[in-house]
């Protein structure tokens, strides 16, 4: 799935260019749309997510004026957890320039009963069938 993050000048940090921290929030942003097209409705006080790992490697400043696009889908699903992969990419002059590369491990939780359980049999089957487990391609 695409997404492209608005770059909000809160987003800018003294060196004129988006801070670090704040692509955590956009990676965030893909990962819940590409999640409501896993489940489509959810009741996130039932059952949810929480993250357990975030890795992101950076490899080019983006400024307030940028376009960015971030690619994200799932790299793999394990009993409890799924990972999220992501590449944000610059648009500039026609050209697409790698911005970051990040993955996200995150574990499903039941809120109720304050514990890790599996991953719901509905998102497997809706990530298998949507195609999910592999890396779109650049449009």
Not at 11 to 21: E, K, M, Q, R, T
Not at 46 to 58: C, T
Not at 69 to 80: D, F, H, L, Q, R
């Amino acid at each position: 799935m695409i997404y492209k993050p608005e770059i909000r000048f809160a987003d800018i940090d003294s060196y004129g260019i988006v801070h670090n921290a704040i692509f955590l929030l956009f990676f965030e942003e893909s990962r819940i749309n590409l999640f409501k097209k896993i489940v489509g409705v959810w009741d996130w006080k039932k059952s949810g997510v929480l993250v357990a790992s975030q890795k992101v490697d950076y490899r080019h400043p983006v400024t307030l004026d940028d376009e960015l696009e971030i690619i994200v889908w799932v790299k793999s699903v394990g009993v409890k957890s799924l990972t999220f992969a992501y590449e944000a990419y610059l648009l500039k002059g026609g050209k697409k320039v790698l911005s970051a590369e990040s993955e996200t491990v995150i574990v499903c939780y039941n809120n109720i009963v304050k514990t890790t359980v599996s991953v719901p049999s509905e998102w497997r089957e809706s990530i298998e069938k949507n195609g999910l487990l592999r890396r779109p391609s650049m449009c």
